[in-house]
């Protein structure tokens, strides 16, 4: 099985950027597809992006695409969502998720989670 820690994150100003990252243990990341999800207080959790094992797969939520960018080193085990342009709409909790499937928006595709980490985006 593989572990999942997750870092980055934090209290950033609309327009600004954050970098988060997901750091794989047990089991090599080039194993799985990543993808990332968010959930906010009182909605369900959703997809925001996804990679490929090889990075020539990617996939994003329209809200993000075109300010967010999902990639991964599979030498350093580690899966990165780099945030820009942020806005308000873009607090919640992120979570990072690893599956044995193919890439997926849906999280029940995903058998394996990060702990979650928070990030606040302030008008």
């Known amino acids: 099985q593989v572990q999942l820690v997750q870092s980055g994150g934090g209290l950033v100003q609309a327009g600004g950027s954050l970098r988060l990252s997901c750091l794989a243990s047990g089991r090599a990341l080039s194993s799985y597809a990543m993808g990332w999800f968010r959930q906010s207080p009182g909605k369900e959790r959703e997809f925001v992006a996804a990679i490929s094992r090889s990075t020539s797969n990617t996939a994003y939520a329209d809200s993000v695409k075109g300010r967010f960018t999902v990639s991964r080193d599979n030498a350093k085990n580690t899966v990165y969502l780099q945030m820009n342009s942020m806005k308000p709409e873009d607090t919640a909790v992120y979570y990072c998720?690893?599956?044995?499937?193919?890439?997926?928006?849906?999280?029940?595709?995903?058998?394996?989670w990060g702990q979650g980490t928070h990030v606040t985006v302030s008008s």
């Open positions: 998720a690893a599956s044995a499937l193919a890439v997926s928006d849906r999280f029940d595709r995903y058998g394996y």
